[in-house]
């Protein structure tokens, strides 16, 4: 009988009904608890609660994957303390490591791939694995749509759930670093604002797709504790990478070119950027076009603007669907020449190289076919769980243990979708 092991998962009940699909296929399931709302979603044969420091971790994962001869370990996110030694142990130990993440292409996908994600990922992403691809025909099956109220829902009984057993998890470290406390009014913060900026810029819209049309670059912002930021970029924060395209655009950007900075919903009632957004343009003499927002309609904004920046966000895909010049200031897997700007961020604003989008065609194909779940962590659960197990299953059914391929090569354990 293969073994799997699960981590901490996106907020809701999705790696419980992996965990139960699977266990019904014959898989001996495991789930690793490291507060009390891992505990509360969590669901597997035999569930443990680590309750020791970070320091101890290591020697924790690699004892209990050797002796419940584990074949696979399944995590949401790769960048997390826990899950970046789980992945070098799993790798040490020839323990098959499946991440999943937000799909790269939204809102209507899940990303899962083997050992790594995003800048870590390792799907061969080279021009010439992309040109070799033969598709298989596959077609998105469902839209998915909005899931802001699903997550508000598994976030408070996520925190909540956290902070009544908090006495059990005593050394447990939120990768966020915020109390509960702070989580929870910051959720309530986010209510509210998004309810007053839908009256405040309701007037920005329609004039960014109609006299701005073609005149303005979009900067989307990532969220503040994001790991793009912090893991596959050399920035040091959000507020340096807003200085830096402010600084740019300013001495580089047509005088009749505008800046929107569109804030990032997940973090809307966590951070403001306002203020220093105001100076910074007050500072370089562009405060009446530099264009600050929030809840704008995203493929509004990318029909009409004239380019993209972004540090490594998945917009960035978006924009390319859109066929607007991208450029990007940190590391991703979509990076390539002929998608995007190949010279520095100064040079964008004055002859930004096109996007080629037989190319993208070509490249989102491959990119769906190999790292997409159809489906969502938050609404159409079922539909994602489908997908995952068909993609799981030939690899840990067998109750083999698979190497992970070297950096840059493509994988092995691609295939079952």
């Known amino acids: 009988m293969s073994s799997v092991v699960f981590l901490q998962g996106p907020l809701g009940p999705f790696f419980a009904k992996l965990a139960r699909r699977l266990a019904r296929q014959g898989t001996e399931t495991h789930k690793i608890n490291f507060n009390g709302g891992d505990r509360h979603f969590g669901w597997a044969d035999h569930q443990v609660d680590y309750t020791g420091q970070y320091r101890d971790w290591p020697s924790f994962i690699r004892a209990y994957l050797i002796e419940h001869r584990i074949n696979a370990v399944f995590v949401y996110g790769d960048c997390r303390y826990y899950h970046r030694v789980a992945g070098q142990v799993c790798e040490e130990l020839g323990v098959a490591f499946g991440v999943f993440e937000e799909g790269y292409l939204r809102p209507d996908f899940v990303t899962f791939e083997w050992y790594g994600v995003n800048a870590n990922s390792r799907t061969d992403w080279s021009l010439s694995a992309i040109d070799s691809f033969e598709p298989r025909g596959r077609q998105p099956s469902l839209e998915v749509g909005l899931t802001f109220w699903q997550r508000t829902k598994y976030a408070c009984r996520y925190y909540l759930f956290t902070r009544f057993a908090q006495g059990k998890f005593p050394h447990y470290q939120h990768h ?145 669907l859109h066929r607007v010049p991208t450029k990007l200031i940190g590391r991703a897997l979509y990076d390539l020449p002929g998608l995007t700007h190949r010279g520095d961020l100064d040079s964008f604003w004055r002859d930004a190289d096109p996007v080629d989008f037989r190319l993208f065609r070509r490249f989102r194909q491959y990119l769906y076919e190999l790292t997409q779940l159809d489906g969502s962590f938050f609404k159409q659960v079922g539909h994602a769980v489908d997908a995952a197990t068909m993609r799981i299953l030939p690899v840990v059914g067998s109750g083999r243990r698979v190497a992970a391929p070297a950096a840059g090569a493509a994988s092995p354990l691609h295939g079952g979708l």
Request: aromatic residues 8%; glycine residues 6%.
């Open 176 to 320: 966020r670093g915020r109390s509960w406390v702070a989580e929870g009014l910051c959720w309530l913060r986010s209510f509210y604002r998004k309810g007053l900026y839908k009256l405040t810029e309701r007037s920005i819209l329609p004039r960014l797709a109609g006299e701005l049309s073609g005149r303005f670059y979009l900067l989307p912002l990532q969220t503040r504790d994001d790991f793009q930021l912090r893991t596959h970029s050399d920035l040091l924060s959000i507020e340096h990478s807003i200085d830096q395209v402010i600084s740019s655009f300013a001495a580089n950007a047509d005088a009749s070119d505008y800046l929107v900075i569109k804030h990032h919903p997940m973090d809307r009632g966590f951070c403001h950027y306002g203020r220093l957004i105001r100076t910074l343009a007050v500072q370089q003499n562009v405060e009446k076009r530099v264009i600050y927002c929030h809840d704008l309609h995203l493929p509004t904004l990318l029909d009409h603007a004239k380019g993209l920046v972004t540090i490594n966000s998945t917009v960035g895909i978006s924009a390319l």
